[in-house]
């Protein structure tokens, strides 16, 4: 049955935990709330401005992405054709684009997932949702404002999660891997991508410094894939590029 922008609204409504207002076309959990929390730094910060979602999603984002991973790292589109591979995505399948800015990766799920399918796309900033409102994309995709750490989905309800360029600016990365394992479905998959600090001494003090002082989590090498199976995920993948790394799992 085809879906309506309505009809999706409709049923993330139904997946979250305490139903959400809508408004401005999307559901709106934080409601008078600024933002989820305050800024981790710099980077965040301009994330939440009026001006970045005008050019977040082609060039803000191309061009800090290209310098974080290096020339030999994929490309923007490259990032949401590997993301849609490393997720599996099917026909129907329910998938939670978490921290989605202005919805280039969310409007490729509500494609991949077809009509029988949901995409959610999350997000803090008003702005940036206001922006992946007003891009076209397939009825299939519905947008939340709301906490992306502590997510309000409830237990068990997606199939797949993407976080990418955002883990790292979490207050909380730890709980919000924790929040992802619990609204994954069993066998769902999740596929991040984040910072990688490198091991060679000189880049990982200046990596190190970087990431002070925009306020980014610098993770090791490594470490996103140990706390992944600490939470019971197998089958994980590990692609490092620069100073990013792109982590997959699946959940049991």
């Not at 977040?56 to 591979?85: C, D, H, N, Q």
């Not at 002082?213 to 706390?227: L, N």
Request: include cysteine; charged fraction near 20%.
């Amino acid at each position: 049955m085809p879906t309506s922008r309505a009809t999706a609204l409709d049923r993330l409504n139904a997946l979250l935990e305490t139903p959400a207002e809508a408004g401005g076309g999307y559901l709106d959990l934080l409601g008078a709330a600024n933002q989820a929390g305050p800024p981790t730094g710099l980077t965040q910060r301009l994330m939440r401005t009026t001006l970045l979602p005008r050019v977040y999603e082609r060039y803000w984002r191309p061009a800090l992405g290209r310098a974080l991973k290096g020339p030999l790292g994929p490309s923007m589109a490259g990032e949401v054709r590997l993301a849609t591979e490393l997720l599996g995505l099917q026909p129907a399948y329910t998938v939670l684009d978490v921290a989605c800015g202005t919805g280039r990766f969310t409007r490729a799920f509500g494609s991949a997932v077809g009509p029988g399918g949901l995409a959610i796309g999350l997000d803090g900033a008003r702005g940036m949702l206001a922006k992946a409102v007003a891009e076209d994309g397939p009825a299939t995709v519905a947008y939340l404002r709301a906490d992306a750490v502590r997510l309000p989905l409830r237990t068990s309800t997606v199939d797949g999660i993407c976080c990418f360029a955002a883990l790292h600016m979490f207050a909380e990365p730890e709980t919000a891997l924790d929040s992802f394992a619990r609204v994954l479905k069993p066998g769902g998959r999740v596929v991040l991508l984040t910072s990688a600090r490198r091991g060679w001494q000189p880049a990982r003090l200046i990596e190190s410094a970087g990431g002070l002082v925009s306020g980014q989590k610098m993770f090791d090498r490594g470490e996103i894939a140990v706390s992944l199976r600490a939470r019971g995920f197998t089958e994980i993948t590990e692609r490092y590029a620069g100073v990013t790394q792109i982590v997959a799992g699946r959940l049991g």
